[in-house]
């Protein structure tokens, strides 16, 4: 799971804040990591209807951009160099605002052959927190956005903020979502009520090269310290509770 792919000069897209700087990963970085990959890994990322239709190779592995921030066009034309597919989750809402893609950039990253998928319309704060009705509209308005845009089914998404309960799923699966994408760090995918579950591995600005090819490669290191790490945030987020992402953002602040 990548966000924003940035220039040397740090300049960034997408979201603003010291929580989404985290997940910056420079344009140098980012090529040394698919070299990396690359050269662990004999075959190309594969789309996820190959993982819901059961055409998927053995360990199959996929790349994933969230928010939709101005740099994705760019990290998608270096993965059409490379003839690899990609999935570009996008907020609707934010399309063609500043720091976003716009819908021009949209529709060529799906000429390019990459994946579009949702990352709902507005990316609540806590979209677990939404009302049914705030649910089907996030899910809804974005896949029909993104659908009209492309000119074919939008079938996967990714959860905003990493918030995802059954209730967020079920109502992603109303809107038409075969392919739900988490930010657990679970490398085993899951059928769920009629939709695939897929858990996914963070790529921040500090993570090694290695381990991201070793992550990538199916290595189950890197996966299991990123779950410990996600397993201590869920108690933090527990024992903290309203205050979690306010102490959060302190300490990413004093970091």
Same mark, same amino acid.
């Given at each position: ?20 700087? #985290?997940?910056? #990963? ?170 695939? +579950? ?25 996966? +299991? ?21 306010? +102490? ?8």
């Amino acid at each position: 799971m990548y966000h924003d792919v940035v220039d040397a000069n740090g300049v960034r897209g997408g979201f603003e804040g010291d929580g989404p700087a #985290v997940y910056a #990963v420079t344009k140098v970085a980012f090529k040394a990591q698919m070299d990396a990959i690359a050269a662990a890994i004999a075959g190309p990322p594969v789309r996820a209807d190959s993982l819901t239709t059961g055409a998927a190779s053995a360990d199959p592995w996929l790349l994933t951009f969230d928010d939709g921030g101005s740099s994705a066009v760019a990290a998608g034309s270096e993965l059409a160099r490379r003839s690899w597919p990609a999935h570009f989750f996008i907020v609707t809402d934010l399309v063609g605002t500043p720091g976003f893609v716009d819908w021009d950039g949209v529709r060529a990253l799906a000429a390019q052959g990459h994946v579009i998928g949702s990352h709902s319309s507005s990316h609540p704060d806590h979209i677990a927190s939404c009302s049914s009705a705030e649910l089907e509209r996030e899910w809804g308005q974005s896949v029909a956005a993104l659908s009209e845009a492309i000119g074919v089914p939008v079938t996967t998404a990714s959860v905003p903020g990493g918030y995802y309960s059954p209730e967020v799923g079920r109502a992603a699966a109303a809107a038409g979502i075969t392919c739900l994408f988490t930010s657990e760090p679970v490398a085993q995918a899951r059928s769920v009520e009629g939709y695939l +579950l897929v858990g996914r591995y963070a790529v921040r600005c500090d993570t090694a090269t290695g381990d991201v090819a070793a992550a990538a490669a199916g290595s189950t290191r890197p996966w +299991l310290r990123q779950r410990a790490a996600w397993q201590l945030r869920g108690i933090a987020k527990k024992a903290a509770g309203p205050y979690y992402r306010r +102490l959060r953002a302190a300490l990413l602040a004093r970091r």
